[in-house]
């Protein structure tokens, strides 16, 4: 099934309850907002899809008090009453898979197995938290005093603050949604702009679950811009956690906010990852990861693979083998199951890409392939390949868009040293079939990334490993792993099952 019609738009629409006009912000209950027209637009056409009434102020304070009397409620469910929710939630997930994946694809423009692959995400972030709602274990410490005993427990910690960024519009939601409902805390989510319909949908999905299991309002949604709805949440003293994905710029702001009020942040921000492939990779392999990495998704993941550093035995023949893959790419309608690239998001991130190529050339960069746009409706641009060097201060930017820098190298060292020089420390990979290099890259002197893979592109994460990065990528850690510990406080308990009352360290206080 495709949509390619206004009739079938407005049908998808409504199989996940979307209408032309919608209300931006929920609270157990859709609020009458009244804030100013959000129109989301499809990247593909540039037409309007339907349009969103926008929260203000007001209306974000009501999610946010709702979200406060939530979590009291929802913090006392026990922790696997609560995965049963969320494991509810998987099965909804699961019916709407196929309308979910289409909207994502309609409203953002990634390929349409990459939008039902992120609804796919979503629900195996359910399966994990539901596990994990059986497993919030604490440690248990022997005490330095006779009948004592320590130990340690994980508690909700309150409502969350959810910041999306446009790429991707379902599944972040999930990685912070899932683990954190399953942890006791209630939400607030700020979806991006660009992507409001796919938030509206899933929480009119999760709606339907927290009404079905007579559960509190956990799943808040406020749409609004930066003066009405994200400066408030993130400077909001109620909300001890905002975990915000988006560009480094955003991060910052974001950060200095939460903790000029002593907040958590869990910040997921911008990427520039480098795969590295030695003389002795095999080629056909790399080939394969490096297309996905660098033209999956119109280059617009966090995990895009934007610097691409050969070895110089085999630069010639990589770079000859990547004019050509790149030519055969086919570009259009994400909606067609022939087409791998589909649009950048909107008119603004052509024009960003269009300002990098300048500033490339000025910095003496060579595109020897694609670097333009292309003339059709929407906002389509052709995947390029750039011959870079490491003086160029543009190829430590992350520009959100399809360009490939390539670079040369000699040894594994230089190489190593050349992919560290960038200020982001997201994703990493190297293809080899020596074992020595393999390893190098993985240790405390290789990649400085949060990420770093042996012959696997730097794109397409599992979910059951923490994912985040270093540097200006924030340091967040999110999915997998010991991420849940993000969303709960710590508590220390000591008990004393004695008659007497030691004191640690040996020290004596005693009264007369
Ligand atoms: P963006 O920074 O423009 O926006 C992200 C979100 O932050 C949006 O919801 C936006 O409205 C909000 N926002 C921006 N400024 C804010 C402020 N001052 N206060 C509160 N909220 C604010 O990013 P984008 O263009 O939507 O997404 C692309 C960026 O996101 C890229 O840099 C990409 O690498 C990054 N990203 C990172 C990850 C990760 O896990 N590391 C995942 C996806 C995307």
């Known amino acids: 099934m495709t949509v390619a019609t206004e009739t079938s738009t407005t049908e998808l629409l409504s199989a996940l309850g979307l209408s032309a006009d919608n209300p931006g912000a929920f609270d157990g209950e859709w609020i009458d907002t009244q804030g100013p027209a959000l129109e989301s637009v499809n990247p593909t056409t540039g037409e309007v899809i339907a349009s969103i009434r926008t929260a203000t102020a007001t209306d974000y304070e009501r999610v946010a008090a709702a979200a406060v009397e939530a979590f009291e409620a929802w913090r006392t469910w026990p922790a696997p009453q609560r995965g049963e929710v969320v494991r509810q939630l998987g099965l909804e997930l699961r019916q709407h898979k196929e309308a979910l994946g289409q909207l994502v694809t309609l409203e953002m423009g990634k390929i349409l197995s990459e939008g039902l692959g992120e609804v796919q995400e979503m629900i195996d972030m359910v399966d994990l938290a539901v596990g994990m709602s059986r497993q919030l274990c604490g440690l248990s ?73 007579d559960a509190p309002p956990i799943f808040g949604l406020a749409i609004g811009d930066r003066h009405q709805v994200g400066g408030p949440l993130v400077a909001d003293r109620r909300v001890p956690l905002i975990s915000a994905t988006g560009s480094v710029a955003m991060g910052r702001k974001v950060g200095e906010v939460v903790a000029s009020r002593l907040g958590r942040s869990l ?119 750039v011959e870079a060097s490491g003086d160029m201060p543009v190829t430590c930017e992350e520009t959100f868009a ?61 979910i059951g490993g923490a994912f985040g990065g270093e540097k200006e990528t924030g340091g967040g850690r999110e999915a997998g792993s010991d991420s849940w510990k993000a969303y709960m406080r710590r508590q220390t308990c000591t008990i004393n099952y004695g008659t007497e009352l030691p004191l640690a360290q040996g020290v004596e206080f005693d009264v007369g």
């Open 141 to 213: 410490m022997h005490s330095e005093r006779p009948e004592h005993r320590m130990t340690e427990q994980w508690h909700p910690l309150g409502p969350v603050g959810i910041i999306t960024a446009f790429n991707f519009p379902v599944a972040v939601w999930a990685w912070n949604s899932t683990v954190a409902a399953i942890c006791g805390d209630s939400m607030i989510w700020k979806p991006s702009a660009k992507t409001p319909l796919c938030a509206l949908a899933v929480t009119r999905i999760a709606q339907k679950v927290l009404e079905a299991n």
């Open 267 to 385: 910040l997921e921000l911008g990427g520039n990852n480098g795969i590295i492939v030695m003389d002795d990779a095999d080629l056909d392999l790399a080939l394969r990861a490096v297309l996905f990495a660098a033209v999956g998704t119109a280059g617009q993941r966090c995990t895009t693979n934007r610097r691409l550093l050969l070895q110089k035995g085999i630069a010639p023949e990589m770079k000859e083998r990547l004019k050509s893959a790149y030519a055969s790419i086919s570009i259009g309608d994400p909606l067609d199951p022939k087409i791998l690239m589909g649009p950048l998001v909107d008119g603004r991130a052509v024009e960003d890409m269009k300002a990098a190529l300048k500033v490339i050339e000025e910095q003496g960069g060579k595109v020897i392939y694609g670097g333009g746009t292309i003339d059709r409706p929407g906002f389509f641009v052709e995947p390029t390949l």
């Open 402 to 462: 399809p360009i490939l820098y390539l670079f040369e190298f000699d040894t594994l060292e230089e190489a190593i040293e050349l992919h560290n020089s960038v200020p982001q420390g997201l994703s990493s990979a190297i293809f080899t079939t020596n074992l020595l290099s393999a390893e190098r890259f993985l240790t405390a002197a290789g990649s400085d990334c949060g990420i770093a893979n042996v012959n696997i592109g730097t794109s397409g994460a599992e």
